[in-house]
């Protein structure tokens, strides 16, 4: 009697997934035409922020802050590029009054693909605008003021 011996071999393949954080010191935010703490700026000058980070695998996610309250993302440019494993969001605009005092900072998140974690960072600098009240033409002289000056044209010429 012939014995057949059957073996059988499993293999179980596992795949495993690795992920990359980003480069540390980021994410940074930058500024482009526009002076924030030392300069005083004017309504209708263009302003720009770039937030940055580089490194991670997958790439992390970019959100510029203005006042605690991300700018939405219908109003920036979002670049993401693998290859350079370099992530940009840039907000452009025109100064307006409403953002004197506004404080924009840049927040990264990251998802670790093998644990499903997200790591949650800020840049480490804040940007501050300063547009100062420029009075209106209108707001410079009112009818009072003017009724003054002439009033004190006529006793400073003796003239009534």
Not at 4 to 13: D, K, N, R, S
Not at 21 to 49: C, I, K, M, Q
Not at 70 to 82: A, E, G
């Amino acid at each position: 009697m012939k014995s057949i011996f059957l073996a059988a071999v499993v293999v179980t393949l596992s795949t495993f997934v690795f992920g990359e954080r980003p480069w540390n010191g980021y994410p940074r935010l930058d500024t482009s035409g526009l002076n924030f703490e030392s300069h005083v700026n004017h309504v209708g000058d263009r302003a720009t922020l770039v937030c940055q980070s580089r490194g991670g695998d997958p790439l992390p996610t970019l959100t510029i802050y203005e006042n605690d309250s991300p700018i939405p993302h219908s109003d920036v440019l979002d670049l993401y590029h693998s290859k350079y494993k370099l992530s940009l969001v840039v907000y452009s605009w025109n100064v307006q009054r409403s953002d004197n005092g506004a404080v924009f900072k840049c927040k990264q998140d990251w998802t670790d693909p093998s644990t499903g974690e997200t790591a949650t960072s800020f840049s480490e600098t804040t940007k501050q605008i300063s547009v100062p009240y420029k009075r209106e033409l209108e707001d410079q002289i009112n009818e009072a003021e003017i009724l003054d000056f002439i009033d004190e044209l006529v006793r400073m010429t003796g003239s009534e």
